[in-house]
């Protein structure tokens, strides 16, 4: 598996506040990952160390194999709060795009444009939310990256919008064969646009892997109580709860359940984010990591 982006024993601070500490991470490349975590997991300070916008206070990040810093032209970054120039008119950022980026595709940038229905003459400051971040996304598209980060680029906007904008993200990924990593604290989008999930607690990879795998070695075991140890020892525990006479665990396992006390269920989506999310030992390595 070829990474497009790798940190190792990561750190950033603040004064003295740490935003990320000693966080190792592998994305790997072809795929439409979706990172995912609380508030304040380190995902957008990680984000921006990878574009080289930061730099580390501890550990190193490669991006495409070399620093990130040295590969700001091979990755398109649309940013949290999808920035554009507000005085600026959409031509002029097309013509800012063309100046500074050497593999430039103003073809594309038109069309996505004309598509779009954006009129060149107007103001950024003057578009609607779902305006301006498509005009990011063209420009981040129009660069010709390998890479493209996306930091929560939909959050702010109608749900609408947000499916527009993932919809064109997903076309363009089948037309250019990008590797993409979309942050997002919403799971319904990360459903629609993503095949890899990573889920970051604390700085910490909680689980990883392409997400038809994850979903397909995720259960709900519901049955008479039991204590997590007297499970067998390939069914690994990611979280319980007990009534008195009652206990439900959420397990990962691939092998088959051939305990007939338990009713047992697949996971959706949401429940897997939530029950690794939800966690009360963030700073443990990495718990899982699943591969076809």
């Not at 190792?24 to 439409?32: R, T």
């Not at 578009?127 to 996304?137: D, I, T």
């Not at 007297?230 to 979280?239: A, E, G, I, M």
């Amino acid at each position: 598996m070829t990474a497009v982006l790798q940190a190792q024993a990561l750190g950033k601070k603040y004064g003295r506040r740490w935003a990320l500490t000693d966080c190792d991470l592998e994305v790997p490349a072809g795929h439409v990952v979706g990172l995912v975590g609380p508030n304040g997991a380190g995902k957008s300070t990680l984000l921006n160390l990878s574009v080289g916008m930061l730099t580390p206070t501890a550990g190193s990040v490669e991006v495409l194999g070399g620093p990130a810093g040295a590969q700001q032209a091979k990755v398109g970054y649309v940013a949290q709060d999808t920035p554009t120039y507000s005085r600026l008119s959409v031509a002029d950022h097309l013509k800012l795009g063309a100046r500074l980026n050497p593999e430039w595709d103003d073809s594309l940038a038109q069309q996505r444009i004309q598509h779009l229905q954006l009129d060149p003459k107007q103001r950024a400051g003057k578009l609607s939310g779902g305006q301006r971040a498509q005009l990011a996304l063209t420009l981040g598209l129009a660069k010709r990256p390998e890479l493209l980060i996306l930091d929560e680029p939909v959050a702010a906007l109608d749900p609408l919008a947000r499916r527009e904008f993932l919809q064109d993200l997903m076309e363009a990924v089948a037309e250019q064969e990008l590797s993409v990593v979309l942050s997002s604290h919403l799971v319904s989008d990360v459903e629609r646009a993503c095949d890899y999930l990573i889920v970051l607690v604390g700085s910490r990879v909680q689980v990883s892997g392409e997400i038809d795998t994850l979903l397909a070695t995720h259960y709900r075991l519901v049955g008479p109580r039991r204590d997590a140890k007297n499970l067998p020892r390939d069914q690994h525990v990611v979280s319980e709860s007990h009534t008195d006479r009652q206990s439900t665990f959420l397990i990962r396992t691939d092998q088959p359940i051939l305990d007939p006390a338990w009713t047992v269920s697949q996971l959706t989506l949401e429940d897997l984010v939530l029950a690794y999310m939800g966690r009360t030992a963030p700073t443990e390595r990495p718990v899982l990591e699943v591969q076809r």
